[in-house]
């Protein structure tokens, strides 16, 4: 009898555990999962019941995504907008009862629907005491209106329509601009959705963090700052015959050029890839420029960013595993390399930054409804990707890719200019067209990466198309 109830108490003592830790698990570790998720009924009834919050755009004023009340048989309902469509779409994201949540309605619907807690302001207050609907918090993001649309209209007027463009500071990691076409009009997703889903050009991906390609010779500059601390100096010499010859593997140059002895910078600026194939393979080595790709912020998800990002990578395998032509087409950003516009704008904003890696931030502020601030992240550095000096010399070189290079269209009068182009083969068609720059280089304001889907070479595609961005920034304040 007495091992009986023993049992029994042990059985109820396990269930009422397993009760707790139940509750636990759900109340605390999933509590703003369940909140987050569309297929939530209790969510779905409140995000149709009470108004979201606004989203703004990095001026405080221009709204890109709002709840706007029509009235049902049932009462009053809220539909959510978004006045400026198709440019601001891959950010902001959609939200759908039918379909689910994305961008930065998901990331930050805590504070959109203003699920969490205790009331935070009298306003709210008083509308949970009189039972009237409750208001979310508004978002303020970092994105410049003005360069996000002409951004969007840049990379959806060029010669295939699809690409990408990230624009930040470099001194506070904040995005200016992340353009993504092709595009789609959030206001209209319940009705457009399946299509857009089956479409062949892929609307719904944003192609600035979520898609993947081989850089070509914009990561030169990754392997340049490999081996400017590996001791290469920005004068010393090397000879390029135009063709260098490795087992199983020979490097050529773009369109077959040659140039004879040049500098480690000229090697930079007319973007030799004997050169940079006979640095890696003689001096620098894989583990070097792999270790150098990730103080870049290669191999890193950015789970903390808002959006979510597609890892940069440079290979699958180890470098110790790696072929000397494996390592040759590495240097010039081919072979297995695969990253995007985001994480090529940071490269660009770290180098511009004295080599310091800033936190990317996309949201500046969270506001109460009736505008007092709730949170505000200070800018903060994510890593020291490449010593000071290091990213001093590589700052010069990258202004004379301008210089040396002939890119007269990138440049901007009174003001010095920094930027590599890429040219990648694609596997696919015509090359995808690279180009990342920093100005003003000696106080730099904007960093940039533009990309463009099979645009042919960069210095017809990426580079004028980002410096028509960068002259619109820079000059006319946009």
């Known amino acids: 009898m007495n091992a009986h109830l023993r049992r029994t108490f042990y059985l109820f003592v396990a269930g009422f555990v397993g009760l ?13 999962a369940l909140a987050n998720n569309p297929e939530n009924g209790f969510q779905t009834q409140r995000s149709v019941s009470s108004p979201r919050g606004l989203i ?7 709204v890109l995504a709002k709840s706007v009340k029509r009235g049902t048989a049932t009462g009053p309902v809220y539909d959510r907008t978004y006045p400026l469509g198709e440019p601001f779409a891959s950010v902001v994201g959609y939200w759908s009862t039918r379909y689910g949540a994305t961008g930065i309605e998901i990331s930050n619907n805590t504070d959109l629907s203003s699920i969490a807690g205790e009331p935070e302001t009298l306003d709210d207050l008083i509308n949970r005491a009189t039972g009237g609907p409750q208001p979310g918090n508004n978002v303020v993001l ?3 209106p003005g360069l996000q649309e002409l951004a969007y209209q840049e990379i959806s007027a060029s010669s295939t329509g699809r690409g990408a463009v990230v624009a ?10 992340m353009a993504t076409s092709p595009s789609f009009d959030p206001s209209d997703i319940d009705e457009n959705y399946p299509d857009l889903a089956n479409a062949p050009n892929a609307p719904l991906v944003d192609r600035a963090t979520q898609s993947l390609y081989p850089p070509g010779s914009v990561f030169k500059v990754i392997t340049a700052a490999a081996a400017l601390e590996a001791g290469v100096s920005p004068q010393q010499t090397f000879f390029d015959s135009g063709t260098y010859e490795l087992p199983g593997y020979t490097v050529n140059n773009f369109e077959g050029k040659d140039y004879g002895e040049v500098t480690f910078t000229r090697a930079l600026a007319y973007s030799i890839n004997v050169i940079f194939a006979k640095i890696a393979v003689n001096i620098v080595g894989g583990e070097a420029i792999t270790q150098m790709a990730i103080n870049f912020g290669f191999g890193d998800p950015y789970d903390d960013f808002p959006l979510p990002v597609s890892g940069s990578s440079v290979n699958s395998l180890p470098p110790e595993q790696w072929t000397t032509g494996t390592l040759a087409q590495t240097a010039f950003g081919q072979g297995e390399v695969q990253t995007n516009a985001f994480e090529m704008a940071l490269v660009a904003g770290a180098v ?22 709730l949170d505000n992240p200070t800018p903060s550095v994510r890593r020291q990707a490449l010593p000071q000096s290091t990213a001093s010399t590589l700052n010069e070189m990258m202004q004379e890719v301008v210089i040396q290079g002939g890119f007269t269209e990138a440049q901007i009068e009174g003001m010095k200019v920094a930027g590599k182009t ?4 694609s596997g696919n068609g015509l090359p995808h067209s690279w180009w990342i720059t920093f100005a003003p280089a000696d106080d730099p304001k904007i960093a ?31």
């Open 142 to 144: 970092t994105l410049d």
């Open 352 to 373: 511009a930054n004295d080599g310091e890696l800033m936190e990317p931030r996309i949201v500046r502020e969270v506001r109460s409804p009736d505008g007092i601030i």
């Open 56 to 62: 703004l755009a990095g001026d405080g004023e221009t």
């Open 422 to 425: 890429g040219t990648a083969e």
């Open 168 to 177: 930040l500071n470099p001194e506070t990691g904040e995005i200016l601009a």
């Open 20 to 32: 707790v830790v139940m509750l636990v698990y759900w109340q605390v570790y999933s509590r703003e």
């Open 448 to 478: 940039m990466c533009v990309m463009i889907e099979n645009g042919g070479r960069a210095d017809r595609g990426a580079m004028p198309l980002a410096a028509r961005l960068m002259k619109a920034y820079l000059e006319d304040g946009v």
